[in-house]
């Protein structure tokens, strides 16, 4: 049974084609508390999102992160990077996140929760971190979003690492900080409804 619960290795991810991934026409920034509220009633009638966040990198021994400074909720169609700096914008989150019909499925998101609740307030409700059903379902190894694109679609998820380190609490995000942040949203979203769990 192990045998077949195992990830493809970083060479075979590698000569797999890339993920199918959400590009900037089909990502919406939302920075202000009028584009929440346009978020809110676009999201709030979702049963699932895909979910994860984004901190700006701390690289001094003993700094404490204030983030997260993005926050990012996608469906299988659009990704929403919410930046996380002005209060009407934050409040809208907040009840996202606080919406308990609504999944919110991602990765690794224990350090996400203690952060939010930092952060805003609130302890999201109704999470799902997808590393823990590949983990009933036989899987030994913790699973991100690339392991689990390349499991579920045979396919590689493509992550920047130079992306990922970047200042994620600037004021004017890069296409690239976009990208990346709306599709890790995006393939965990996809990676829910392949499980068969929506």
Request: some cysteine; glycine content about 8%; hydrophobic content about 45%.
């Amino acid at each position: 049974m192990s045998e077949k619960l195992l990830v493809p290795d970083k060479d075979a991810i590698a000569a797999m084609e890339a993920f199918d991934r959400l590009d900037l026409p089909h990502i919406e920034l939302v920075v202000n508390g009028a584009q929440a509220d346009a978020a809110w009633q676009a999201l709030q009638g979702e049963p699932a999102l895909g979910f994860d966040t984004e901190s700006k990198p701390t690289f001094v021994r003993d700094e404490v992160s204030d983030g997260p400074h993005i926050l990012q909720l996608s469906t299988a169609s659009t990704g929403y990077v919410f930046q996380l700096t002005d209060p009407a914008c934050r409040a809208r989150v907040a009840q996202l996140l606080e919406a308990p019909h609504i999944v919110k499925a991602g990765f690794g998101l224990g350090d996400d929760k203690k952060r939010i609740l930092h952060k805003l307030g609130v302890l999201p409700q109704s999470v799902l971190d997808l590393n823990h059903v590949f983990h009933q379902r036989g899987w030994r190894k913790d699973m991100g979003v690339k392991g689990a694109v390349a499991v579920l679609f045979q396919r590689r998820f493509i992550k920047s690492k130079k992306v990922a380190t970047s200042n994620w609490a600037q004021p004017q995000l890069t296409p690239a900080q976009l990208v990346y942040a709306a599709n890790d949203a995006y393939g965990a979203m996809r990676v829910y409804q392949a499980l068969g769990l929506g």
